[in-house]
């Protein structure tokens, strides 16, 4: 078990590019989940996955901005068209039910976009 | 409706001295608590976690927490500190609501710094 991993960890984009990321859950975690976090705040769900279904998007969530798992297994978040405010850390986190339906959610260390 | 308050937003000890980071929570139904911290550009790691089991929890690196349904408080507390816990914590409830048990509720984070 090595953890929740994203790629890449900082990406630098100009404004009305296309940027992708990617986050590998811990491994047989069904359930995946993606955050967005501005400085001093704390983080802000965006989207969550169980298997490969997307279960819920949060209004956060525009239409510049699809996720999907196609497999279960890994995931990618991509944001079309970025803009300044897209500026952020994206943070993934994975859990599995366990008992009592804690789910408690491991995260990984993030990728920090910065739009210029 | 579920929420959580991190009383201090920011607090600053001597480093060997007691940390306390004060958390106090709503819920209308029994929660799940959990502690994370986040050090300067990184993920969230999970310091420790209630699941309605022991009142008291023991996580990493020395902290405990004690949840307190009467005082709807879970306190975060280590004995000494150490220059290597200066981070960002937050406390979290897990909110259940019908059919959906997996929203997290994310305080607004204490800042937590060392002084030698």
């Known amino acids: 078990d090595t953890g929740v991993s994203q790629d890449p960890r900082h990406k630098i984009t100009k404004r009305g590019q296309n940027v992708t990321f990617r986050c590998d859950p811990i491994s047989e975690h069904n359930r995946l989940y993606w955050y967005r976090q501005t400085l001093g705040q704390g983080p802000e769900f965006l989207t969550y996955f169980q298997n490969e279904a997307q279960l819920e998007k949060s209004r956060l969530l525009s239409d510049r901005f699809s996720a999907e798992r196609p497999k279960g297994s890994f995931s990618t978040l991509e944001i079309q068209r970025t803009e300044q405010g897209d500026s952020a850390m994206y943070l993934c986190?994975?859990?599995?039910?366990?008992?009592?339906?804690?789910?408690?959610?491991?995260f990984g260390p993030g990728t920090r976009l910065t739009v210029l | 409706a579920q929420s959580v308050t991190q009383l201090d937003s920011h607090v600053s000890v001597s480093e060997g001295t007691p940390v306390l980071l004060r958390c106090n929570y709503s819920?209308?139904?029994?929660?799940?608590l959990f502690w994370y911290v986040q050090h300067p550009n990184k993920g969230l790691q999970l310091l420790l976690k209630y699941t309605s089991a022991a009142t008291l929890v023991k996580g990493i690196n020395g902290f405990e927490a004690e949840f307190k349904k009467s005082e709807t408080s879970f306190h975060l507390t280590k004995p000494s500190a150490h220059m290597s816990d200066a981070a960002e914590y937050f406390c979290v409830v897990r909110a259940w609501e019908a059919g959906n048990n997996r929203k997290l509720i994310w305080g607004l984070g204490t800042s937590l710094a060392v002084n030698p």
């Open positions: 819920s209308s139904y029994s929660p799940s």
């Open positions: 986190a994975s859990s599995s039910v366990g008992g009592q339906g804690t789910d408690t959610q491991y």
